[in-house]
């Protein structure tokens, strides 16, 4: 069983910066994705960005593009969101989720197993 931990929250002015991490254990890197969604209160959990197994493919929200940056350090077993100019509106509970999966390329859209979030809060 994949267990997922996130850390790298807090409080940020707008126009700051947070590194979020997430590390994995209890399985093996290969052929595992990863995702970061968000939950504000009241809203729905909505994806943020997604990073293939092989690290080559990423996808992200429209809403955080040119600004966020999710990569993976297989050997540490750790995703990373960097997010930079952050907005009000970023803020949420930020989660780590993960699949195995055969395709190395893509992102998919299903992920099993969760983490239990951390809080982002970006202040004007």
């Known amino acids: 069983q994949v267990q997922l931990v996130e850390s790298g929250g807090g409080l940020v002015q707008a126009g700051g910066s947070l590194r979020l991490s997430c590390t994995a254990s209890?399985?093996?890197?290969?052929?595992?994705?990863e995702g970061w969604f968000r939950q504000a209160p009241g809203k729905e959990r909505e994806f943020v960005a997604g990073?293939?197994?092989?690290?080559?493919?990423?996808r992200y929200a429209d809403s955080v593009k040119g600004r966020f940056s999710i990569s993976r350090d297989n050997a540490k077993n750790m995703v990373y969101l960097q997010m930079n100019s952050l907005k009000p509106d970023d803020t949420a509970v930020y989660y780590c989720?993960?699949?195995?999966?055969?395709?190395?390329?893509?992102?998919?859209?299903?992920?099993?197993?969760w983490g239990q979030g951390t809080q982002v809060t970006v202040s004007s």
């Open positions: 989720a993960s699949v195995f999966t055969v395709n190395s390329i893509q992102v998919p859209t299903r992920f099993d197993y």
């Open positions: 209890g399985g093996t890197s290969s052929y595992r994705a």
């Open positions: 990073i293939s197994w092989g690290g080559f493919g990423t």
